[in-house]
């Protein structure tokens, strides 16, 4: 409930331009970070900084984390598509276990950047970041920055939006054929799904 409040409030063009100055501020999470979930993770910028304190909370995304804590099990191998800072790369790395892998899709150089470091200030060898987007096709294609925050770029085109060309991966091309990623709801190995 107060995460669709705040979703509805975060979409009015008042809060948008304050998020927008705001980012422009120095911020406090690129020196000190925040501890949520039992990880410490670093933030950029102070959209990003706040959206880790909410979870930190516990209000904002605890249905997600709880559902991803459900399904996930030692030695499952997961896909974080538009991994952003990592925080859900992180924790399906803990579920996962050392038996297990997790690939961090992100393609934003910035927050690819703090991908990496979010992963190396927690100790995690079973993820790899990988500084792509997810698509139905393999090759180059945009990236439309939001200029509001940075957990809100997309590669569908936007007139409103700076873009810069990034690479993109289909999951079928990236993966092996007899490479498994498990997806399936009941938490059982699935098979490979560009859906992930």
């Not at 063009?13 to 970070?33: K, T």
Request: charged share 20%; with cysteine.
């Amino acid at each position: 409930m107060i995460e669709d409040v705040l979703f509805d409030i975060g979409e009015t063009r008042f809060v948008q331009r304050c998020v927008s100055l705001i980012n422009r501020l120095p911020c406090p999470g690129s020196r000190f970070p925040i501890s949520a979930y039992g990880h410490r993770l670093y933030a950029p910028k102070n959209d990003r900084y706040l959206s880790l304190w909410l979870r930190k909370l516990g209000l904002s995304e605890a249905f997600e984390c709880t559902m991803i804590s459900q399904l996930c099990r030692p030695g499952m191998f997961a896909a974080d598509v538009g991994a952003n800072l990592g925080f859900y790369s992180l924790l399906l790395a803990r579920l996962v276990g050392p038996t297990g892998r997790v690939w961090a899709f992100e393609p934003d150089s910035l927050n690819f950047a703090w991908l990496q470091k979010n992963i190396a200030a927690n100790g995690y060898s079973n993820i790899t970041a990988v500084n792509k987007a997810v698509g139905a096709a393999s090759g180059k294609q945009g990236l439309y920055l939001s200029d509001i925050h940075t957990g809100d770029h997309h590669t569908y085109p936007s007139d409103q939006r700076k873009s810069v060309l990034i690479e993109a991966v289909a999951l079928d091309d990236f993966f092996s054929p007899d490479q498994r990623i498990d997806s399936d709801q009941d938490g059982h190995p699935g098979r490979r799904s560009t859906s992930a």
